[in-house]
């Protein structure tokens, strides 16, 4: 099916639900979904809708034009529109841990995501076969402190030439400079380690066991200058016990990892993410 | 806040959301929460939406009448309209079992269950003492195989005198006529002790002991007449161990009933809850 | 029936499994349960046995004296004996909030936990007429800045009197003193309401709104003198989403918070729980 | 790490675990793992106790024997003795579906589960591009109802050649003969797409869908004669909401599917597995 989605975010105020659904029905769309949500505190209201476009009067290109003029303006509306035809450009950064990678091209193997990948980029060589046994093209771009600069720019040149249009760092293990943010805004998917605010940065696991909880977890955030302090987009957990050594907790976490992170990328796609002062609404 | 809620089903057609909407919104209606889901199989449109009565130019009483002639009809719209005030009024029935209704009365008792109680009804005396604790009239109306029709018509008119409109099956382990459940259709809210549709009937937990299941659930459903068998509102499990005998799960499994049957009831308090086809739309 | 439980600690070493359960059968012990772990890194070694003590030729008093002569000596054991008869005898230090609360004395009053519960201290007087209802005795003790150590003194002597064996802090509110904890060290168990180490301190589901997480916790620890830093029993979480605000939170966050509290005072009842190095190995 | 496992089960009776775990120590034996659980209703004793053989006295030749004559005999014990080397060997069967197989060859692949994996068998050619790349034999055996038992006998030749210790069908969809599963009892692990006993048989989430259940889930378990029916040794369950329609059931299930498949064959590999009555021992 050919859809259109609209993200909406405005001051709070009556009559938004009915000037967008009547903008919809006035151009003969079929509405598929929709979900709204007014943060009562700030005073703001959040909108997605979803329609058919093939029963839909206007023409795609004119769409963002109209919705524009006709409602956004009065409503003093950021808007952003998308359509799930072309498919969304998705390029994966790993590192040498390879559950995340498997997990995510297996469901793009059997057409669970909607979305192409490019491209895979990786500091080392070690993930190339099962790469290009999926027939992506995998590219190695070592990283050291000196070549971090060189590096980064290396691979935002791959990322346009493969008209990329976000990133999903699946296990990378590279902090990334906040030049290289800027050219994907909220559009940088990040999987730590950890359930989040608890145990920010290196070794994780480690702290976990030290402190000696009973619950890990995991959390896929969008990428932001302070390091896992983005916007949470999923998180899960596992139950772990005494026994459970450090090696232990690393095998139980990646099972959870690779499912925040399929979420997270599966939500980025279907977009059902926004973003307002640092936190994620996921509409339904 | 005075709130007026709206749910709403017809066949699937395009302006629903903006006929709904725009009567809202003309008659000064700010919408608090809206949530729609179409069954693409049924063709079937599905729509909840609450607003503040405070700005609401029309009356209360003339909302109804209203809505049917000027959206309802054109549309083919089932719908239901209710106020949060006054306050539902919901009866528990219990048996001998006691951890269902402590915890429907300690949310009672402080103020997370928006309802009125005006009396439990029990089968047996065992529980009279901690319902009047809490200032609750409790009925010991014994039930034998014999004085069950006149059981009910008791029940029945304590009910009516009341002005019920819910009833809550609260681990009260015994079946309900037809003729009972035709005064309150889709207004009996069963606790079952099992994973529907597994383990349906008595004595589940034994079952699943001897099934040797690894997670035991419960499961809150409206009453029909086919025992087990109504629309599910909500279920949840509990992990258990080759370990655990049937007092085991008996005891692990009360901690879900209890959560259970509490989320079904915030969700039919709240008119989160539309039956078609005997499953369940839950709102958010 | 009559049990005795044994808590054992030591360097790890060959043959401890054997002496144990050697010493139990030479003395006519029907072994019930028995769980060992090694610490492989601390090379240490935790071991808990429970038996029927009907079968059992030693006499109560002198189990303690034998098993140190005969086998805890050679080992350079630590342990401790524990029998389920007479119950264990447990205080609640509770607030104003009533839902840990509630959850425990409904517990006890449907025979699922084995203990005494001869008092009930709070520093307001809300909750008394409830906690009467189930007829365990109230006590108000108010607590300022400035009375807080009198309180304390008088805190301790109504626990003295009631030959209370520990102490359940079910949302008591207050921070208690070295001098408090150092009467029932690994044995006043506290209720967090977070995901600890995430939100230590005050007000944590407000924290965790803010930093926008998309799953909510409790943790239930012995307190300790650093704040919210003891051995942790137990955790739970719960999902949330955006559109739950803090009071939310609050509400959901409560059916967390009570069943991590009695599944760790369940823990400690059953003697499962041992600490070592701020850590808790929970036995099966 | 060299180890032997030994399980055990016998009528329950004093001086088990003392008996085993001195012919442990009297051997030199160091323990690593000892686990054991008495069902009570059938007096039935059951225990794993794993250790180092690197300092045992005994060769593994035969410690078998010693410990049959030793203990075996007296306590009426049935017994198995496993080693972690040489590795398991596991064969795959599959059908269309990749998501279980590329869990698996995913965990394989990154070290997480010690097994060989000498064969994958389909009865469709899909998959075998992947397998392939995974340097993995894969058999192409077409089956129809024609040529089910020449190819079940072409399959038992295969595993015999390849010296297989067990089956997983990852999603095999055909349902396997007695006479074929004779050849492995309780050596054939099978994952149902459901909660068992909920919809065993064809289309379980069409099942569930029509019964508008709110929570789904997968069963791992030992193939016997009777469908869906042997033990189950894991489960694991997902949240559905109305709106999930059955692709969307099939897709979420199959997250859990994988999940529960992988748990169970760690557990099956580290024998850590038993059957008594159509229930399993899982021990820690």
């Known amino acids: 099916m050919n859809k259109a989605i609209l993200i909406v ?3 709070d105020q009556q009559g938004i639900v009915a000037a967008v659904s ?7 769309g079929n509405i598929l979904e ?20 093939d029963s839909f009067s206007l023409k795609k290109e004119e769409i963002s034009n109209r919705f524009s003029q006709e409602v956004a303006k009065e409503f003093e509306m950021d808007f ?5 035809q072309p498919k969304t450009r998705m390029a994966i950064f790993v590192s040498k841990q ?16 909607e979305v192409e990948i490019p491209l895979v980029i990786s500091n080392h060589d070690h993930l190339r076969d099962v790469v290009e046994a999926f027939n992506i093209p995998f590219h190695h771009i070592p990283v050291s402190r000196e070549t971090k600069a060189h590096a980064e720019s290396e691979q935002l040149r791959l990322l346009e030439e493969a008209n990329v249009d976000f990133v999903v760092l699946a296990r990378y293990m590279q902090i990334v400079s906040p030049d290289f943010i800027s050219h994907f805004p909220d559009r940088i998917i990040n999987i730590h380690h950890s359930f989040l605010p608890a145990f920010v940065g290196a070794k994780p696991y480690h702290a976990a ?11 896929a955030h969008y990428v932001t200058e302070e390091l896992d302090a983005g ?19 690393v095998q139980i976490g990646q099972d959870v990892e690779k499912v925040v992170l399929s979420r997270a990328i599966k939500s ?16 339904y």
């Open 209 to 219: 066991f030290e402190r000696g909880v009973k619950i890990i977890g995991a959390t």
């Open 231 to 249: 916007p949470i987009i999923e998180q899960e957990v596992a139950r772990v016990r005494h026994h459970n050594n450090v090696a232990d907790l």
């Open 268 to 283: 980025h796609l279907d977009r059902k993410v926004t973003v307002f002062k640092n936190r994620t609404i996921i509409f």
């Open 80 to 84: 952003t529109l998308h359509f799930n």
């Open 9 to 11: 975010q405005c001051p």
């Open 22 to 28: 009547d903008f919809l029905y006035q151009n003969g």
């Open 98 to 113: 390879s559950h995340c990678l498997f997990d995510i091209l297996s469901r793009h193997h059997s057409g669970q995501l």
């Open 34 to 53: 929709v979900d709204q949500y007014v943060d009562q505190e700030a005073k703001r209201f959040f909108m997605r809708a979803s329609w058919d476009l």
